[in-house]
């Protein structure tokens, strides 16, 4: 599943000029079988809430199987100077999270930072 969401970030970052944030996703919490995909970018702001999350939906839909999707618990678009997106661009790129850690006061049993660019 981390090949496909490397293309749809590479279909963000051609779509959207390269205005990319954070994407990431990780079984956080209490949701230790179920992945959550966070994604921070500047054209997903309060504003336009629903459209951004439609749009990441729609490309998770076109990209994954129905298995794939069902490991998704949760889409989190959050603003650039929200804490979490603060502390996942302290990752780089292609960063594997094997481990219990503490992101944010969240546990992450397991992740993948698959994009971190704190210049956007």
Known sequence: MVDKLKEIINKI?????????????L????LTDKWSIIVSAPWANLKN?????????NLLDQKLTSEEKITIARIGIFPK?????????????DTVIREDTKINGFTVHEGYILYSNPQI
Do not use: C, P, R
Not at 13 to 25: D, I, P, R, S, Y
Not at 85 to 93: C, E, G, K, S, Y
């Open 81 to 93: 100077d929200d804490h979490a997106v603060t502390a996942l661009l302290q990752f780089n790129n």
């Open 49 to 57: 809430h629903g459209e951004s999350f439609d749009y990441i939906k």
């Open 13 to 25: 970052l051609e779509e959207k000029n390269g205005q990319l944030t954070v994407f990431a996703m």
């Open 27 to 30: 079984k956080m919490d209490e």
